[in-house]
């Protein structure tokens, strides 16, 4: 839900309703940029401020926020990599497109 939110944000943001054929890198940036900004602001909310979780103590942590290493490094993965295989499948259904 986090993902999807944040790439309609970043596509609205940069009007690139014609993404993922234009603008792929603008687009791949603030959706990571949006999804890092969201997460970090949901981990201390949660964590620090409301007391809902707490991490366990093998958790590593970023020193200046105090949010899970993990959550961070999901963001810096796992959306690249989904964006990049749409960008690959739209590709793909264009290239099939016009060879019809």
Sequence with gaps: MIALSSL???ILALRRGDWPSHGFPAVLLATTA???AYTLFS???NVEWRGAWTYAVAMPRLPL?????TPMLQWLVLPPIRLFAAQRMARQTTDFGASS
């Design 34 to 36: 949006i999804g890092v």
């Design 65 to 69: 926020t105090g949010s899970g290493v």
């Design 43 to 45: 981990e201390w909310l």
């Design 8 to 10: 309609g944000l970043a």
